[in-house]
Each structure stands twice: as structure tokens, then as C-alpha cells.
């Protein structure tokens, strides 16, 4: 336990948004069930009409973060590159802290939902759905899935509502995650709008309740 107040402040406004990223059970229980097989080789998100999370390489999302109702720093989301994996075509998405990447996942977009197939340079055994498409009200699926040893399962919502974040006013996709890995519970909820992607996110963790709420939206170019 921190015991010098100036110092526990200092750490908390730069530690907290790395500790988010790197939390593997909190993270990985944004992940979804893939029911259906998907179309390999399907290309990122261009952000046009239905797209709810545009994958364009240089895609960039600039958060704040906050605790409780505290601001403590801010954090970005960027499609760095689209690399090519085991024959599968993936964006690969870079968590950034003032430039520093702590963390990377690699997404891909099929006809009927954006699907994580890495987290954290680990393979997702089965490929998961981030959403599903067409985006609708009242959907829902449940998952099981292993990233190394870690068996994560759980259970998403969705719905429609309005959010307000700094970047603006949106009528959003909210997909609600109640999951489970090891014996510990998280609650996520995430809020996607139709051409820009995730515009808020928060996490439960414990007693305190961490959100991201996006400042800029940069959408990418395709590449030639």
C-alpha cells in the first residue's frame, strides 16, 4: 500500500489505464461465442453505413479514463496495421499510453460480426464475436472460449440508448457483458455508435467502476 499521498496520486493517474489493459480477465470478457463459421480473409471495417467498429489502418480513438468520477489520464486505441495470420487478414489494434504500446489485440470484420482472434500476442483458441451483424436490440449470445490456460465464459446483451461522452451525442449499440473467469465475476458494458466504433466503455471492478469516454475519433484510409 501506497503510504506517501503526493506519490499514490502520481501512480494512480499513470498506472491505473495500463492496469486496466493488462487486467487478462477483465479484458477478455468483452469476448463473445462464434456460432456460425465465418468468411476467411474478410476485410477490416470501412466505417460506411451498418459498420460499427471501422478497422481502416490508422484508425485512431483517443479516450479519457476515469475512476469512480475522477478523471486520471487518457488513453488511445489505434489500428496500426492489417497483418496477415495464419492465412487470416486481421486488423491489429495497439493500446497506447503517450505513445508507449501497452497492449495489442488483432480483429477482423466478416459479414456477420467483427470477431477477436489475439489478445496480448496469445492465439483465442475459438475466434469470438465483438458484435454481430446486422447490430440489433435484444440480441444476445453466451460464450466459453480459452486464451492460454484461461478459460473465460459469460453472457452479452445489447441495446440501443444515448450516450453522452466528450466527443459528443450518440445513439449507440450498448453490449452488456456479465462473464466469469476462475471463479471471478467482472460486469463490462460497451457503447458502439455506426461509423465510429467503441465511444465508451466502463468495467466494474470490485467496488470501483473504470470508464473510458472517447475525446477524437480518426478514421483511417484503405490500403492500396
Known amino acids: 500500500m501506497c503510504r506517501v499521498p503526493h506519490r499514490c496520486a502520481h501512480q494512480t493517474r499513470y498506472v ?3 492496469a486496466l489493459l493488462l487486467l487478462p480477465v477483465a479484458l477478455l470478457l468483452l469476448l463473445g461465442l462464434a456460432l456460425t463459421n465465418v468468411i476467411v480473409l474478410a476485410q477490416p471495417g470501412t466505417g460506411g453505413k ?5 478497422l481502416l489502418p490508422g484508425t485512431r480513438w483517443d479516450f479519457r479514463v476515469k475512476v469512480g468520477e475522477e478523471v486520471k489520464g487518457s488513453i488511445t486505441e489505434v489500428v496500426a496495421a492489417i497483418e496477415t495470420i495464419n492465412n487470416v487478414s486481421l486488423a491489429r489494434v495497439e493500446t497506447q499510453v503517450d505513445g508507449k504500446v501497452l497492449n495489442s489485440e488483432h480483429l477482423r470484420v466478416a459479414k456477420d460480426g467483427v470477431y477477436r482472434h489475439r489478445f496480448g500476442g496469445l492465439e483465442i483458441k475459438v475466434p469470438v464475436p465483438v458484435l454481430r451483424y446486422p447490430v440489433k436490440a435484444n440480441d444476445s449470445w453466451e460464450y466459453t472460449t480459452t486464451v492460454g490456460p484461461q478459460q473465460i465464459k459469460g453472457k452479452v446483451t445489447t441495446r440501443f440508448e444515448e450516450v453522452q461522452v466528450p ?3 450518440f445513439k449507440a ?4 457483458i456479465h462473464g466469469e ?4 465475476k467482472v460486469r463490462a458494458n460497451i457503447w458502439f455508435a455506426e ?4 465511444v465508451k466503455q ?3 471492478f470490485g467496488a470501483v467502476q473504470i470508464s473510458l469516454e472517447l475525446e477524437k475519433f480518426t478514421l483511417g484510409r484503405a490500403q492500396h
Open 202 to 204: 466502463t468495467l466494474d
Open 50 to 54: 451498418g459498420d460499427y467498429y471501422p
Open 181 to 184: 473467469a476462475e471463479g471471478q
Open 173 to 176: 449499440l450498448l453490449t452488456e
Open 167 to 169: 466527443a459528443g451525442k
Open 195 to 198: 461509423g465510429v466504433g467503441k
Open 16 to 18: 491505473l489505464p495500463s
